[in-house]
């Protein structure tokens, strides 16, 4: 019988490897990406497409190209759509970075053969229609003037602006007035551009059986292929402000949202997983120093984190947390209080150690599922990486020391290097 007054025993965590993708490269150019892991009749299929809004000249044109897809296509309008999504138990999700269009759609196995033929028409044969145009477009502009009565929007919109500058592809903030500008003669040639078989690799995760893996390369085998490879990109160097603090004024508003921040090596260096330990310990979970001091102990917001943002050439770190007028100047005094503390003293070893089980917890338990699984899958694919990377992660972290991040700190965390946001009301 379990004995509930002794303390389950702690066991050390073991390597462990990421599981591998099956790949395929298909006739009409189309990369597959097939993670069998799962024990639901049931898959995840994501389309990767190169159309981002890195290769559009009108802001907002890579959104709506997206958007538009699950509108209308050769033989189904938007209402049919919907509906016979919902019918075969299939959930669909749009999403755009600077780099990639993805579209995500969850279905049962056993109606996967119409499934695909349905999602083969709508991201290879949409028609973008002008009248669900027109209501994506009034739908965004009523979220935009709602959102620019947030102080965590204006807040962050100006922080990428000053991180990377406002005519960066990480730093450029579409506006109410770009709405307007959109045409959409250019929308349907930039999916038409696009959308094609050569600019699309495809990741598929879950119970993958023999008649499943066929019946999806017959599926996407079939597809015409479409289409020229795009080149990558040109990238830009980034343009920092010259300021370090910027206010934002919003006279209405109780609270004020902070973001404290800077330029930081993304995860392509090698300090970057013990930096990750380094940003647990001050703002990467709910028993970090800042939630515990700013928090608990000064009763400042109700959450204050901090976060390690990677893209593939740049990456930034960022403290952010939202609090009342009055405590503004407080709260962010307390962040360079913790912030020196880092540069100045050895974190003990029993906090280390409790950070590191709860990275390691976390790193597991996005690798228990595939459906999990292929969320780091499509982003070592967009990052160009290697499994290695997450081969690694877990040795790497067990073996960083209290000496190497203060190293680290010393580093990378030297208070004059930080910008600091400001969007609310002046303090009385």
Excluded at 149 to 173: C, M, P, W
């Amino acid at each position: 019988m379990l004995d509930r007054t002794q303390q389950p025993q702690i066991n050390e965590f073991k390597n462990f490897k990421m599981a591998r993708a099956t790949t395929y490269t298909l006739d009409n150019g189309i990369k597959l990406y097939l993670l069998n892991q799962g024990e639901e009749e049931v898959v995840r299929i994501d389309w990767m497409i190169r159309a981002g809004s890195c290769y559009q000249s009108q802001k907002l044109t890579a959104h709506f190209a997206n958007s538009l897809i699950k509108e209308g296509c050769r033989t189904l309008n938007s209402a049919e759509i919907a509906e016979q999504l919902d019918f075969y138990g299939s959930w669909l999700h749009l999403t755009n970075s600077h780099q990639y269009a993805y579209v995500t759609l969850y279905a049962l196995n056993r109606h996967l053969p119409t499934i695909l033929a349905l999602a083969e028409e709508m991201i290879f044969h949409a028609t973008l229609p002008e009248k669900e145009f027109a209501t994506l477009k009034e739908i965004l502009r009523k979220k935009m003037e709602i959102d620019q009565t947030k102080v965590d929007y204006l807040s962050n919109r100006q922080f990428k602006e000053i991180i990377y500058g406002a005519d960066h592809l990480y730093g450029k903030n579409a506006k109410i007035e770009d709405i307007d500008k959109l045409d959409l003669a250019q929308i349907r040639q930039f999916y038409q551009t696009h959308y094609n078989t050569r600019n699309t690799q495809i990741f598929v995760a879950g119970k993958i059986t023999p008649e499943v893996e066929k019946t999806l390369l017959a599926a996407f085998n079939k597809i015409e292929a479409t289409g020229e490879p795009l080149e990558g990109y040109v990238s830009q160097e980034p343009q920092p402000a010259q300021e370090k603090k910027f206010f934002i004024e919003k006279a209405d508003s109780v609270q004020s949202s902070v973001i404290i921040g800077k330029p930081m090596v993304n995860r392509k260096h090698p300090d970057h997983t013990k930096l990750n330990v380094l940003n647990t310990v001050l703002g990467g979970y709910f028993g970090s120093r800042l939630m515990t001091n700013i928090r608990e102990e000064k009763g400042y917001t109700y959450g204050i984190n901090s976060y390690l943002v990677t893209y593939p050439e740049f990456g930034h770190f960022k403290i952010s947390s939202q609090t009342g007028n009055e405590f503004t100047q407080p709260l962010i005094e307390e962040v360079f209080h913790e912030i020196e503390k880092l540069r100045t003293e050895l974190i003990p070893q029993e906090e280390l150690d409790m950070v590191k089980m709860y990275l390691l917890g976390e790193h597991l338990r996005t690798m228990d599922s595939g459906l999990n699984l292929v969320d780091l899958l499509i982003s070592l694919v967009g990052h160009k990486q290697s499994y290695d990377y997450y081969d690694k992660m877990a040795e790497e972290i067990k073996e960083t020391t209290s000496e190497e991040l203060l190293e680290l700190a010393q580093k990378y965390l030297d208070p004059s290097s930080f910008f600091v946001v400001v969007a609310g009301a002046k303090s009385k």
